[in-house]
C-alpha cells in the first residue's frame, strides 16, 4: 500500500473504501474499497476533500478476494450445500437440504491457522434446514498471494470440509 496524490492514483486499485458526505442528502461509500481509479473519479475525490489516496500495488501473482473466496468455498462444500454470490469479498454456504451437518474441524483449524483466510462456521452434528446460513469464508486483504491461495487448496483437497447428512424418511409404530 501506497499514498499517492489524486491527480497521480489514475489506474491504481483503492486499499480502503471512500464515505461522501453531502449534509443533508448523502452519506455513504461513493468509492469501494477495490476500486479502479478513473479520470472521471479526479473531480469528485477533490470535491470530497482528497487530495491523496491510499492505493494497492497489485502484483501479477496475486487473486482478488472474491476470486479466492470463492476458490476456497467451492472446495470446502460438500453435500447439500450451496453458495451465494460473493459479497465484498464473502461467500456464505447454505444449506440446500434439510439434515445433520458435518465439519471436518482439524482440517478446518488447519486452514484457519493459514494467515490471511477466515472461515466461521456454525456447530457441527447438528439438524439444519434448507436455507440455514452454515458458514462464511473470505480472505482478509483485498489480494492474497496465489501462494496462499495453493496452501488452502491443498488443505480442501482432501474432500469437504463442510457437509449436510440428508434425514432419512423413516415409518415407526407403537405396539
Do not use: C, W
Amino acid at each position: 500500500m501506497k499514498e499517492v496524490t489524486v491527480e497521480q492514483a489514475v489506474g491504481t486499485v483503492l486499499a480502503h473504501d471512500l464515505t461522501q458526505i453531502i449534509p443533508g442528502e448523502y452519506k455513504g461509500a461513493k468509492f469501494k474499497k477495490g476500486h479502479i481509479i478513473t479520470e472521471e473519479d479526479i473531480p469528485v475525490l477533490l470535491s470530497m476533500g482528497k487530495k491523496h489516496l491510499f492505493v494497492l500495488e497489485k502484483d501479477d501473482n496475486d487473486v482478488h478476494e472474491n476470486d479466492a473466496a470463492y476458490r476456497i468455498a467451492s472446495k470446502a462444500a460438500g453435500n447439500g450445500i450451496f453458495l451465494t454470490e460473493p459479497s465484498e469479498g464473502k461467500i456464505e454456504m447454505k444449506a440446500g437440504v434439510d439434515g445433520l451437518l458435518k465439519i471436518d474441524r482439524e482440517r478446518l483449524f488447519e486452514l484457519v491457522s493459514q494467515d490471511e483466510i477466515m472461515f466461521a462456521t456454525i456447530h457441527e452434528n447438528i439438524v439444519v434446514k434448507e436455507g440455514d446460513k452454515l458458514a462464511g469464508t473470505r480472505i482478509i486483504p483485498l489480494f492474497v498471494s496465489e501462494a496462499v491461495m495453493h496452501a488452502a487448496e491443498k488443505i480442501l483437497e482432501k474432500g469437504p470440509l463442510i457437509e449436510i447428512v440428508p434425514l432419512k424418511k423413516m415409518k415407526v409404530g407403537i405396539v
